[in-house]
């Protein structure tokens, strides 16, 4: 009786509880807590990810991806252009092309479209333009194309548009447990795909909170990590995030 009363008094005594609000525009980054976070001996706690903003500002072309060369007269002179870093769909690269071939005074006679059906992209060349994707750095590997030249009218791409370099992203906090990525522990509390498109603000409020157990019985300071599917971390590019725990008893 006296082992039931007190599980009893367990369970409805008040729980601690309370939030973590964590800001910074790096995508790794330590919060240190002073003074300390210093929870009761002998007891459990969990948190979880209640809300967290930012913007989709991470791009899919950088310096690693970003030239693309063009000849207008069938290879005899070729013309190298750098596509800012950016968050870019296939239009947006398109139209970034085509405004740099009016300023050389070449016209549009190079088109770059999707095809919604295959997944892959459209070259489509007019008076004798060539393209070359053989460069290092090509966008090619964006638009799915081979690391060759092409000079045919029309041309498909032999690979699926990789416009999309991020398929989630994770919120990776090092004082949890009891989270595995691929088979391999890993401190990832939440991941989620942003629901709007690039340069909008990203509001992210899961409808049901999951809490894991911290690993501590006291907080010092707390390492945040943003990376994609693979564990790469993510560039915001100087934006800022703003994350928003719930510590509770358990």
Excluded: C
Excluded at 29 to 36: G, M
Excluded at 52 to 73: C, G, K, Q, R, V
Excluded at 204 to 226: G, H, K, R
């Amino acid at each position: 009786m006296e082992e039931l009363l007190e599980k009893i008094a367990h369970n409805t005594e008040p729980k601690e509880s309370f939030q973590i609000v964590v800001n910074d525009t790096k995508t790794r980054f330590v919060t240190k807590f002073n003074p300390h976070i210093q929870f009761k001996k002998n007891k459990s706690y969990e948190i979880a990810l209640v809300n967290l903003e930012t913007y989709y500002s991470f791009p899919n072309i950088t310096t690693e991806n970003n030239h693309f060369s063009y000849s207008p007269d069938g290879g005899g002179t070729w013309f190298q252009l750098r596509i800012p870093e950016g968050s870019y769909d296939i239009e947006d690269i398109n139209e970034f092309i085509q405004q740099k071939m009016k300023q050389n005074g070449h016209g549009n006679s190079v088109t770059i479209s999707a095809n919604t059906n295959t997944l892959k992209a459209v070259l489509i060349l007019e008076n004798g333009y060539q393209v070359d994707f053989r460069p290092d750095h090509s966008v090619s590997s964006v638009l799915g194309f081979n690391n060759a030249v092409y000079s045919s009218d029309y041309q498909e791409s032999e690979n699926p548009v990789n416009i999309l370099s991020i398929n989630s992203i994770l919120v990776n906090v090092d004082i949890i447990s009891g989270s595995y990525l691929n088979g391999v522990r890993n401190p990832t509390i939440y991941s989620f795909f942003p629901n709007v498109a690039p340069g909008y603000k990203i509001i992210e409020t899961p409808a049901n909170l999951v809490y894991l157990p911290i690993t501590l019985d006291a907080i010092y300071s707390m390492e945040i990590t943003l990376t994609d599917q693979n564990g790469q971390q993510l560039n915001l590019r100087g934006e800022n995030i703003s994350i928003r725990f719930h510590v509770r008893e358990i």
